[in-house]
């Protein structure tokens, strides 16, 4: 099921997420409709706090369109090393019409969970060390733009404001 997502400034978005310690078919279920909203979207990765749910869940599939689907479902990841770096441009899905250049690390390793319950690492370089680094950061309330420099920030904010009053009045 296609859920909606929330967008900023949602404070939902904000909250930290807790673990999940069971993984039975309510969390499967979650992961499934994660994975269909994200391609809905359509995006390259998804965080369960951006559909409002408050648990330790992402999924990343950086394929090209000319490539097969190549579906990440982590649940609690962690990064547990990082190095280079990367400074690339990134957007959200809940935080649309805007991108900026972030600062991340070019490669990281990452364990977590399948949807299996097996503990599985990941050794990510390029955009699926990105897409890491970014759906990890939803999980902790930390959204692209809280890496941008003040100044960007500031003006992010007041173009966004001004695209929505300008939409609400359309």
């Not at 909606?4 to 404070?11: A, M, V």
């Not at 069971?22 to 992961?31: D, M, S």
């Not at 090393?81 to 441009?89: R, V």
């Not at 955009?127 to 692209?144: M, N, P, T, V, Y």
Request: charged share 30%; with cysteine; glycine share 6%.
């Amino acid at each position: 099921m296609i859920r909606p997502i929330l967008t900023y400034p949602d404070p939902e978005l904000k909250k930290k997420s807790a673990p999940v310690t069971v993984i039975n078919e309510k969390v499967r279920e979650l992961a499934r409709d994660m994975a269909e909203t994200m391609y809905a979207a359509p995006g390259v990765g998804l965080a369960a706090p951006q559909i409002g749910a408050h648990q330790r869940i992402i999924v990343i599939d950086v394929a090209g369109q000319d490539e097969p689907p190549a579906l990440i479902t982590a649940i609690n990841p962690v990064i547990i090393h990082a190095d280079g770096d990367a400074y690339e441009e990134e957007g959200c899905l809940s935080v649309p019409k805007y991108a900026a250049n972030v600062r991340r690390h070019a490669r990281v390793v990452v364990k977590g969970l399948n949807l299996d319950g097996e503990e599985v690492t990941w050794r990510a370089d390029n955009l699926l060390a990105i897409a890491f680094q970014h759906e990890i950061d939803h999980l902790d309330g930390i959204l692209f733009i809280d890496h941008i420099s003040q100044l960007k920030r500031d003006i992010f904010r007041r173009k966004y404001r001004r695209n929505q009053e300008q939409e609400s009045t359309d």
